[in-house]
């Protein structure tokens, strides 16, 4: 990931988003204009006060210049509203867009992406990156540009109303504001690093409490307990600084603009003694004094959130911008793909692109024919699983080619590649929702008697039925537990469902009750009738029920055939057989 630049440079993409609500924007700072005008008038009508109201000796003169102070009042009210709506509308707005974009397109990104890009980090870029855009869009962008208009002003209506003054003031502001800017850069500094600290505790705990049953099965409460509240402290030793610092700067800020005011009234009120400037004149000045300074200073304290917001920017944009390594070819294949497809790997050499040094398949060659069944065995790591992911082309290989009735699938759109495929995995993935849009997943307007025919023929209904909300149980975090077996089956009415013409299947290791074995066996078998089929077979009826068996051994084929065959040629195979086929109850 790409560091941010120093400057706001990379802002400016952001300003592509602001792009459909022009009006708004126009609005928007016409609203800013007018509330710094209001602003600064208040200077002119204070003068008034003091001068006509105050000086004039009636109840009528200070009548009417109170009046005026209203007016300007009830002005700025009503510019700081419609402003501030619209300025954080626009700051919503925008990051409300970029969270859409961002989503819609790492929805759709290769696979092997997120491995490489951990899914924790792009989480944090989806919630605080925009969260931090939109502040400051909202906010922050705001404030420097009306601190920048009010400052401008105030800065004319200084020189216009005493000279002399305006000159002094000019020396005067940035002694007064360095040494509170140095401390405050130093505040912010050591605030960045309390966030921090404070988000390291965070994410200790919540480590921990996701693996509270380890912690405690090894009884490591207390060992934890101690390091998280290691952690606290250290947290606490920052923002014990920060607030030593803070404090300091208060106190240095107080003293130092006081002190600079007071020189400022002694030379005004010189002159107002004179009679060279009216006390009205002055109380104006002080109040364009005022302006520039607290103008100064929200700059400067926005710039650095500014550059955090171009650094959000940059990390935000770049991932709307990614391009995924696996898209649909310039000219898609338009062939029809048979009813039963035959596959096939060509010679393939594939290394996984954060291993780049070890071949995860090596020459590998092998032929999958139409609506027959396939086994893949082999040892952990011989790369069954690899063979899996570019069935589906989540990666390419990089040497030789898979296909499809003879056709590249580098060459067909990708979802009419995957339209064929349904894949039942170890571990099924069950989404947050109920059972009936578990099963649907893929294919959302399955009517009612469709999906409870998928989850008859996978074996489900029975206890899909017996649960306490039936299909209408909601599954996921909150939800009903499911047992092993149970999801395997909600996985297998899935796939059923989506009546692919291929089927791929990697079967559970662990062993499953015998019920529940013989449930998913007996939906197996339908749901491969009349399918290519390729599964990762651990069980010896499986094996045995196979077309055709091929044994891989690191990343190589090493020998196809059947079960009473291979046990004679093939060493591997018979040591397999013998250590890791779990017998089938149904078939045993
Ligand atoms: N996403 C990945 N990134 C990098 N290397 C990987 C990745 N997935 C698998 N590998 C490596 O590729 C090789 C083949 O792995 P694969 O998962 O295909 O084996 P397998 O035969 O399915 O094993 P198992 O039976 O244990 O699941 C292994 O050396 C593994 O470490």
């Not at 030379?267 to 009216?278: C, F, L, N, P």
Request: aromatic residues 6%.
């Amino acid at each position: 990931m790409s560091k941010p630049r120093d400057g706001l440079g990379s802002l400016l993409p952001v300003l592509n988003y602001l792009k459909p609500y022009k009006a708004r924007l126009v609005a928007a700072s016409l609203a800013l204009l007018f509330t710094a005008g209001a602003t600064l008038s208040l200077g002119w009508g204070l003068q008034t006060l003091i001068d006509e109201g105050f000086g004039g000796g009636t109840s009528a003169d200070l009548r009417s210049a109170i009046g005026l102070l209203l007016t300007i009042a009830a002005a700025m009210a009503v510019g700081t509203f419609v402003r501030f709506y619209l300025v954080s509308w626009l700051g919503e707005r925008v990051s409300a867009d970029l969270r859409k974009a961002v989503f819609e397109n790492i929805v759709r990104l290769h696979p092997g992406y997120f491995e490489s890009n951990r899914s924790g980090e792009i989480m944090s870029r989806l919630t605080t990156d925009t969260t931090l855009l939109q502040t400051i869009i909202g906010s922050s962008f705001s404030m420097a540009l009306r601190s920048s208009l009010t400052l401008v002003g105030a800065l004319v209506m200084m020189f216009v109303t005493n000279l002399k003054l305006s000159l002094i003031i000019a020396v005067g502001v940035p002694l007064v504001l360095l040494p509170i800017l140095v401390f405050g850069r130093r505040v912010r500094r050591l605030s960045n690093q309390s966030q921090d600290s404070i988000a390291s505790v965070g994410s200790y705990a919540g480590e921990i409490i996701q693996h509270i049953r380890v912690v405690q099965s090894y009884t490591r409460e207390q060992f934890e307990s101690d390091a998280f509240a290691l952690e606290v402290e250290r947290a606490f030793a920052i923002a014990r600084k920060r607030i030593r610092q803070r404090a300091l700067l208060i106190c240095t800020a107080i003293l130092l603009l006081f002190a600079g005011m007071s020189g400022m009234l002694w030379e005004g009120g010189q002159d107002v003694i004179s009679g060279r400037m009216s006390g009205g004149e002055l109380g104006a000045f002080v109040f364009y004094a005022i302006m520039v300074g607290s103008g100064v200073a929200t700059i400067s304290e926005v710039w650095g959130e500014l550059q955090r917001a171009a650094g959000a920017a940059e990390r935000l944009v770049e991932l709307t911008r990614t391009q995924s390594l696996i898209a649909d070819p310039v000219t898609p294949c338009s062939a029809q793909l048979s009813s039963q497809p035959s596959l096939a790997l060509e010679n393939v050499t594939f290394r996984y692109p954060t291993r780049p040094d070890v071949a995860a398949l090596e020459a590998f060659s092998l032929p999958i024919e139409s609506g027959r069944s396939l086994a893949l065995v082999g040892p952990s790591g011989a790369g069954k699983s690899t063979v899996f992911e570019l069935l589906q082309r989540f990666y390419d290989p990089q040497e030789g080619r898979v296909t499809i009735d003879g056709i590249d699938i580098r060459d067909l759109n990708l979802q009419q590649l995957r339209e064929q495929i349904a894949l039942v995995p170890q571990q099924p993935a069950l989404f947050t929702g109920d059972v009936r849009y578990n099963i649907a997943y893929g294919r959302p307007n399955a009517t009612e008697a469709e999906i409870q025919a998928a989850a008859r023929t996978a074996h489900a209904h029975e206890f899909i039925s017996q649960l306490p909300a039936g299909y209408d149980s909601h599954l996921g975090e909150q939800g009903v537990r499911l047992s092993g077996g149970q999801r395997q089956r909600i996985a297998l009415a899935r796939a059923i469902l989506n009546d692919p013409k291929i089927l791929l299947l990697d079967e559970a290791t662990s062993a499953l009750d015998t019920e529940s074995e013989y449930h998913v066996q007996k939906a197996l078998e339908e749901l491969m009738q009349g399918r290519t089929t390729v599964i990762i077979a651990h069980r010896l009826s499986t094996i045995l029920h196979a077309d055709k068996i091929a044994v891989m051994d690191k990343g190589r084929l090493v020998a196809t055939g059947k079960h009473q065959a291979l046990l004679q040629d093939n060493a591997l195979y018979a040591r397999l057989a013998q250590l890791q086929f779990r017998e089938s109850d149904s078939e045993s």
